[in-house]
């Protein structure tokens, strides 16, 4: 059943078309001509509509390039030390089933609905409008942590070595680009688009083209770092290989280099709290599948594009990840000191620079170990690159999450400035507030003091908590929404019908994994500071009380900001759950504004792996 997408129900999940009265003085010809301010309203501020250019391949270079940073080859080391290598690969083995169990549910979603900003539409249309918003607020904000903390991996300082002093110019290269990349990228862009006026010539179009070259670069890093250690657990290299693959003994806040073998909590329940602490921790490398979801507003063809995205992306991170893992694993010694543990910031007298220091890696260790004087210098940059660029899409993602909901808001004075574009659809005012946060990692990173040495491991929880709540409420929208087709499937739409499975992706074993997925979110996330409670109460040696509050608070913070969020709006504005006659009206929308989203022309994919193979273009 088809209808009219200009439907009051859905007037506000469209990227408005049409200037908006309340607004429309913003960016007019009066002010053009009012000097300097009113030249710079008229030119910033001009439009309220985004522009739709991104095509397929541009859609998955943007939520690749997201969705791998500098996570694997940092905190890494951090999981291998508390769990041990195998540890460590079954926690990316869990935390790769809670990012399949979502994206499973967004896939099918998204299929039926192709709308602009899903991750906001979803809980607001089959669950509650306050649910609704609280996501998009909270995932705006944890893309703002997300800019600073791969804004801190970009500035990584190599050690005091010779090896990795020969490549200090190219580190600090990268590290002089990113102080003034992140805020120029899209206004440069912009700005020239605007000055030649050039339809073929869009800055979105253009940083699409960017994550795409990005995304095969960072594919050829992630392949050439499995080749190498395979190589050298191969024994290439004059050094010799120091491993233990094995889980760790138990569970201890600290890890076991200090103290060998003994755990705070040893034997089999020990080790079961490890594995859970290591997948709380490998949740923020595995999180970003969704960033595909957030180019809808610009996807030349959201219908046929978004759910093939949706579909596949995800699974090519999540498998490099868990080769990289095991490969790494059986390369190093998860007693090593030299792996990055948290609190420890000395070792038989001799200090350990902290998380920032790139020698900490895991794969950089198993490099040094075999003798290889080159690799760990290209290792850095290569590390620094891969943060830089996930730092330029999370301030795309966050900008383009700030501008839907300023489009949202009913304060007029929010949706003429930061809901509007420039001449080049380009939401400057929305990318300047989501990247000036971002501007404080380069203040921390600069500090040598001990209260600085973990910015990336503080930041990286305070990352996970709301966007666990976030991915938990996708998957109760999904329950809804299941719930709806059920209602509706005599009249409107039916999910086990053949028309349905022709138009749309049908996931199969659901609500199954609906199910795991709200159950494992909520767990994470509710246990998620667990191991900050042991240390404070067990009063563990070698942990600074300081530190173990600062981590309880870091693991907790942004899932009680997520609630509190919500029930503030909910109290505010009186929102209800909705019921299933509110959702009458909310299948089959199709919301192209400037080119129509028909069905691509040519020979349609004969099955999954063609259909594979016309997205990993």
């Known amino acids: 059943m088809a209808f009219s997408s200009d439907s009051p129900l859905f007037r506000h999940l469209r990227v408005p078309e049409k200037p908006d009265p309340e607004v429309q003085s913003i960016g007019s010809g009066n002010d053009r001509n009012s000097g300097v301010l009113g030249w710079l309203s008229y030119e910033v501020f001009r439009k309220d509509m985004l522009d739709r250019k991104l095509e397929s391949h541009h859609i998955t270079g943007i939520g690749f390039s997201g969705a791998v940073g500098i996570g694997l080859f940092s905190t890494s080391g951090e999981i291998i030390a508390l769990g041990g290598p195998v540890g460590a690969f079954l926690a990316f083995i869990f935390a790769g089933l809670v990012i399949f169990s979502v994206m499973r549910c967004l896939a099918e979603m998204v299929s039926v609905r192709p709308v602009t900003a899903p991750l906001i539409d979803f809980p607001h249309t089959f669950v509650d409008e306050a649910l609704g918003f609280t996501a998009g607020l909270m995932y705006w904000l944890a893309n703002l942590l997300a800019i600073e903390f791969w804004n801190d991996g970009g500035n990584i300082r190599p050690p005091a070595s010779p090896v990795l002093h020969e490549c200090m110019w190219c580190t600090g290269q990268y590290r002089l680009t990113s102080l003034v990349s992140q805020p120029l990228i899209r206004w440069t862009t912009s700005i020239s688009c605007e000055a030649f006026r050039d339809p073929y010539l869009n800055s979105g179009q253009l940083y699409g083209r960017m994550e795409w070259v990005f995304k095969w670069l960072k594919i050829a890093l992630l392949i050439g770092v499995c080749i190498l250690m395979m190589l050298i657990r191969a024994g290439v290299g004059p050094g010799k290989v120091d491993s233990n693959f094995e889980i760790s003994p138990g569970f201890s806040p600290t890890g076991f280099f200090a103290d060998r073998y003994q755990a705070a909590i040893p034997g089999t329940g020990g080790r079961i709290l490890a594995v859970w602490t290591c997948t709380t921790m490998a949740m923020f490398q595995f999180m970003g599948g969704e960033i595909v979801l957030v180019t809808a507003g610009e996807a030349k063809r959201p219908m046929r594009d978004l759910p093939i995205a949706a579909r596949y992306m995800y699974l090519l991170p999540i498998s490099f990840y868990l080769v990289a893992i095991l490969l790494v694993g059986l390369n190093v010694n998860y007693l090593d000191p030299r792996i990055y543990h948290s609190h420890v910031s000395y070792y038989n007298g001799a200090r350990l620079e902290g998380i920032q220091t790139a020698a900490r890696s895991p794969f950089v ?36 999450t700030l501008f839907t909901l300023a489009q949202r808001s009913t304060i007029t004075s929010i949706r003429s400035t930061l809901g509007r574009t420039n001449n080049g659809h380009t939401p400057l005012a929305a990318i300047t507030v989501s990247f000036l946060p971002g501007a404080l990692a380069f203040l921390a990173v600069r500090s040598r003091e001990r209260a600085f040495q973990e910015p990336i491991h503080v930041l990286s929880r305070l990352y996970t908590g709301p966007v666990l709540c976030i991915y938990a409420a996708q998957c109760l929208a999904f329950l809804r929404f299941l719930a709806a087709t059920k209602y509706y499937k005599r009249t409107t739409i039916n999910r086990d019908a053949e028309e349905y499975r022709d138009r749309h992706y049908r996931a199969h074993w659901q609500p199954l994994w609906a199910i795991l997925g709200l159950v494992l979110c909520t767990l994470l996330m509710v246990f998620s500071g667990w191991s900050a409670i042991y240390k404070l109460c067990a009063e563990s040696p070698g942990v600074d009380r300081g530190d173990a509050i600062v981590d309880l608070v870091a693991s907790y913070l942004g899932p009680l900001f997520f609630f509190a969020i919500l029930i503030a709006y909910k109290v505010i504005k009186r929102t209800r759950i909705r019921t299933m006659g509110d959702m009458s009206n909310v299948w089959f929308v199709r919301e192209a504004s400037e080119t129509e989203d028909d069905a691509p022309k040519g020979r349609k994919p004969r099955n999954r792996f063609y259909e594979f193979l016309s997205w990993v273009k």
């Open 365 to 400: 260790i198993a490099v040094e170990n075999a003798g290889i004087r080159a690799l760990p210098g290209f290792l850095d940059a290569c590390f620094i690159f891969s943060a830089l660029t996930a730092a330029n899409t999370a301030l795309y993602v966050s900008s383009r």
